[in-house]
């Protein structure tokens, strides 16, 4: 193993600052006891935290993001586990254009998409509710819990589950009882991943969502857009110790660059 | 693998609800928004039933749209260019730390990944607002203050904060498949730490800077949150240009035009740079 040398350490020490820097200026400003953006120099407040919470639109907001997230990553594994199965078990026609369905959410931007599905919705008068809302953040999520399924099934040794079925278990319960298990850290995975994105979501959902189902970026853009006061910075270092939080667990559990990485 | 009949309807029960779901909710959009971008549209009666292909022209013509797009071609070529500078070493000193660090610092890098591009995009804006802190540390190390937000400069530095962990994960993957003996055989062999660099280590790094460079390419030509909110009401983009238009114009047909030139652009620059990418990987990797 090769130590770097000083020059690439100072770059890292740069990389490093650049990538942290508006990251810790947000949770400084957070504690401001000052009615505007500024650094806290005489004290810590939590006078904006408190803001928040009082706030209903931003309360509202969050518990929206939150089912929101819920419910669209729970319902991406129920479409991406047997989806998942059936590309990497079986050889069929239209194998390939399944799977490049099923991914390109990915390749396709989200502006695209929200046009896509507001134009949708106002031929079919689904403008503003939140199931329709919860079905286009499935579209945008499925793809990520199906990477990992793909990865787990693609990793998996699979003469426990040819023993179950020698041993006269049928297919429901070879899969219930031994892939199932086998998979469930890339479906957990997946569904933290499909959580994540679904709760920072922005471009595609500031279209199609209505004053009743905003979600918490939407919010936070609109707060952003008309008013600067560093209720925003406290609203925004929340995001960030969820955030932290979420990264926490799923690295203990997963390995953090193993899910955003990609498996080998 | 137990052999299966290819004519088994189980493929087709298990992805079936899936696969109807994402052509309901995907395809199907899709198409509707192609049809509404060929719709005739009156500023007082609003969309029209005739068919008109004015929009694609006005789009391809007018130098108010063709300016917004050379401008965002432009922020997203910068940004690609400058995310590969800061990315391909990061990733290769990250590569060569030992190993608590390096996962530290992994995480530290793409861990950003995670956090809302709003929160993200608000944090520069605090930076690079007249009184923020790039502005005072300019100051005490004697510079005039410069005006830096609700310029191109400050998108193209949020894009670059928001796009570096897409530039580094893929060079990252592509240094782990390079077995580090191989470059010390390199210098045992008499080659310089140069040559070796150039020799071994630049061929798999390139494929991973190149598919890196794909990613942010696309994600920054149809970046929304960054340039509505560092780029002022004036520096549009091609995403505030299509919001523009369907929220606040209200001519949804032209902003459904916009959206699909950006899709096709997208998918062309995709499909070719793609194809350069396996080219040269047959000929780096044989």
Redesign the interface.
Known sequence: MQKNGPIALIFHILVLTFVLAPLVIICLVAFTPENTLSLPTTGLSLRWFTAVFAHPDFVASFWNSIWLATLSATLAVMFAVPAGLAISRYTFPGRDFLNALFLSPLIIPHLVLGVAFLRLFALIGATGSFSWLVATHIVIVTPYVLRLVLAALSGLDRSAEQAARTLGAGEWTAFRRITAPMILPGITGGWLLAFINSFDELTMSIFVTSPATVTLPVRMYMYATESIDPMMAAVSALMIAITALAMLVLDRAFGLDRILVGQR | ??P?S?T?S???L??G???L???G??????A??VI?SFHAYDHSSGIQNTFTLSHYVTVLTDGYYLEIFWRTLRIAALTTIICAA?GV??AY??S???DPWR?V????????????????T??????L?SQG?VNQALQLLGFAPARILYTETAIVIALV?VM??FMV?PV??AL??LD?MV??AAWTLGASHFTALRRVVMPQVTLGMLSGSLIVF??S?????VP??LGGRRLKM??TL??DE??QELN?PL??TI??I??VA??CI?LAYNRMIEARARRTLG
Not at chain 2, 25 to 30: H, I, Q
Not at chain 2, 122 to 127: D, E, H
């Open positions: 693998m137990t299966r290819p088994s189980a493929p087709w298990l992805a609800p899936g696969a779901f994402f052509i909710l995907v395809l199907l959009p899709l509707l928004t509404l800061i070493p990061e000193i990250l060569r730390m030992r996962s610092f992994l995480l530290v890098i793409i861990g950003p990944l995670l956090v809302s591009v709003v929160v993200r608000f944090g520069w804006s605090m930076l607002g802190l904060h570096l962990p994960i990252w993957t782990q498949k580090p470059e010390a696309g994600l030509a149809s970046a929304f949150a509505a909110l091609a995403a299509v919001y369907y929220l949804w902003g459904a959206a699909i950006v899709l997208n998918l995709m």
